[in-house]
């Protein structure tokens, strides 16, 4: 018996509806969706609680007329899914996607072969590759009883977030946090402290949060990266994002410390 994490090429994850009305994912011996031969089933990590996992990525998926399964985001899943099954379907989704880019050798142009369940090796001049995260370090910073929260413009939706972006080659996380902070705001911080990270699949991120307090200088904020972005009292704050993310996790924290 396998968990089957099924994802389609429109990023959708398979779910299979229970007599309760929750969901899951489908767990049986087969494969629940049609493959070809072209189909690449990944043998993933077990669940902690010890059930074997699969992974594919089919061109569709078909819902059956029954209404037994149904095609989710994978943020969506997030309210649907236990917290292990959504953390399972996020390495899942990343590995697939590790996978689909990762066809050919960059050295010789070679097709690559799997070598182990994380690792694929060029047959011709032998290159191991492994998946590789893009780490992104986000900071909540107050000043007194006001946050400073900013709208990015690759946001899909109204809500403000946190200062966020990559680390760069060569630096710390803390050098990352200082430096994007300084660019996107033009304000210096003090008193940095780690709050907790958390794997982010959207496709294959690991966010580091940080609080911080404000330290000096005038806000102005980077035209080319925020569109909008203020010092928001605690107590009128806008639309921030849904709780699946690391940067609610650090407000509301904050929230709860300062109440």
């Known amino acids: 018996m396998y968990y089957w994490f099924v994802f389609n090429n429109k990023g959708e994850l398979l779910l299979q509806k229970c007599e309760d009305g929750t969901f899951t994912i489908p767990?049986?011996?087969?494969?629940?969706?049609?493959?070809?031969?072209?189909?690449?089933?990944?043998?993933?990590?077990?669940?902690?609680?010890?059930?074997?996992?699969?992974?594919?990525?089919?061109?569709?998926?078909?819902?059956?007329?029954?209404?037994?399964?149904?095609?989710?985001?994978?943020?969506?899943?997030?309210?649907?899914l236990s917290r292990p099954l959504y953390l399972k379907a996020g390495k899942c989704h990343e590995l697939l996607y590790w996978d689909r880019n990762t066809q050919y050798c960059g050295v010789c142009g070679s097709?690559?072969?799997?070598?182990?369940?994380?690792s694929k090796k060029c047959p011709n001049c032998g290159k191991t590759i492994w998946p590789q995260l893009a780490t992104a370090i986000i900071?909540?910073?107050?000043?007194?009883?006001?946050?400073?929260?900013?709208?990015?413009?690759?946001?899909k939706t109204d809500f403000y977030g946190c200062i966020a972006g990559f680390v760069e080659t060569g630096e710390s996380l803390e050098e990352a946090v200082r430096r994007e902070v300084w660019e996107e705001t033009s304000i210096s911080i003090k008193n940095l402290r780690y709050f907790k990270s958390q794997p982010w699949p959207y496709p294959c991120g690991l966010m580091v949060g940080f609080f911080a307090e404000y330290d000096g200088g005038d806000l102005k904020l980077q035209e080319s990266e925020l569109s909008r972005g203020n010092w928001f009292n605690k107590n009128n704050l806008p639309t921030i994002p849904e709780k699946l993310s690391l940067a609610r996790m650090l407000i509301d924290k904050w929230l709860e410390e300062h109440e």
Request: glycine share 6%; net charge negative.
């Open 27 to 80: 767990y049986c011996e087969r494969v629940p969706v049609a493959t070809t031969p072209k189909t690449h089933i990944m043998n993933i990590s077990p669940m902690d609680s010890g059930e074997q996992v699969k992974a594919l990525q089919v061109d569709d998926v078909h819902i059956c007329a029954d209404g037994t399964f149904e095609g989710c985001g994978l943020r969506q899943s997030y309210y649907k």
């Open 111 to 118: 097709p690559m072969e799997m070598d182990t369940d994380i």
């Open 139 to 155: 900071v909540l910073i107050n000043r007194g009883d006001d946050l400073l929260l900013v709208h990015a413009k690759n946001f």
